[in-house]
């Protein structure tokens, strides 16, 4: 049974900075493309961010390109979200999810193509 445990959410103010964590238990993680994905109030839950199975590629939504980093640590299971320069606009709930059938440079950006998904942790930006 795969499970996905997200960590690192809190209250900050404009500018500060977060770093998520999403460490997975049961399956082979290695294997698996991972993506960040939000949710804030009476809106549907977009796309943050993704990252192949080795590292080597990741890709963005516009809005955080420049201030949200993915990385992943295979030997620890583990997908990070570093978040800085957070603004208002990215209060939301952050979820983690697994893509079983990911390719090296094709990464899912919609919630379907996504097999797993953690509980969510919450990210409020103060303004």
């Known amino acids: 049974q795969v499970q996905l445990v997200e960590s690192g959410g809190g209250l900050v103010s404009t500018g500060s900075s977060l770093r998520l964590s999403c460490t997975s238990s049961?399956?082979?993680?290695?294997?698996?493309?991972m993506g960040w994905f939000r949710q804030a109030p009476e809106k549907e839950r977009e796309f943050v961010s993704a990252?192949?199975?080795?590292?080597?590629?990741?890709t963005y939504r516009d809005s955080v390109k420049g201030r949200f980093t993915i990385s992943r640590n295979n030997a620890e299971n583990t997908v990070y979200l570093q978040m800085n320069s957070l603004k208002p606009e990215d209060t939301a709930v952050y979820y983690c999810?697994?893509?079983?059938?990911?390719?090296?440079?094709?990464?899912?950006?919609?919630?379907?193509?996504?097999?797993?998904w953690g509980q969510g942790t919450q990210v409020t930006v103060s303004s």
């Open positions: 049961g399956g082979t993680f290695s294997n698996w493309g």
């Open positions: 990252i192949n199975r080795i590292g080597s590629y990741e």
């Open positions: 999810a697994a893509d079983l059938k990911a390719g090296t440079i094709s990464l899912g950006r919609t919630p379907h193509e996504y097999d797993y």
